[in-house]
């Protein structure tokens, strides 16, 4: 009867370890949560290949592209969900290009949360295009997966990691 306990103890920690959380300043509100400065680094892992290519997918050479990004916790003039952002990458170094539909003036980024995912769409008035991530909170990082999206579907994948600068 005493391993019982010990079990019981066990495994609560070992549930405990493996969830995720929000960061506890803003369990309720997504946008806020995210407000504030980030590194951003994306990753390739393939594009798509040229138009009628037999193998429409192709591995990329794992580059990456870094840089920061901010999000305000401001909403004022945008659509719901939507804040106020900037974001700084070159994307030349992952994909040879520019980001298609992606202009980083300072711009809005439409946030969304559902269950333990945070979603971000970088290009969130774009109709016929996009660039979008979309992950999990792992202490003070989002981590998870990134695209590239055209009229036709998906043009290039990835995986991202944005840190939390220093508060």
């Excluded at 202009?103 to 269950?115: E, H, I, K, L, N």
């Excluded at 909170?137 to 695209?147: A, I, K």
């Amino acid at each position: 009867m005493r391993l019982l306990p010990r079990f019981a103890a066990l495994l609560l920690l070992l549930l405990a370890c493996g969830r995720t959380t929000l960061p506890a300043r803003a369990s309720r509100d997504s946008s806020r949560s995210l407000a504030g400065d980030w590194t951003i680094e994306f990753r390739l892992d393939s594009v798509r290949g040229p138009q009628g290519s037999v193998v429409p997918w192709q591995p990329a050479s794992s580059q990456t592209a870094q840089g920061t990004l901010h999000l305000s916790d401001s909403t004022a003039g945008r659509p719901a969900g939507a804040v106020r952002s900037r974001i700084d990458v070159d994307f030349n170094p992952l994909l040879g290009r520019p980001m298609s539909c992606f202009d980083p003036r300072p711009t809005s980024t439409s946030v969304s949360q559902d269950s333990e995912t945070t979603s971000l769409r970088f290009t969130p008035n774009a109709a016929d295009c996009g660039f979008a991530a979309s992950g999990k909170f792992y202490g003070d990082s989002l981590v998870g997966t990134w695209d590239e999206s055209s009229f036709t579907g998906p043009k290039a994948k990835g995986r991202f990691r944005m840190i939390r600068g220093a508060r």
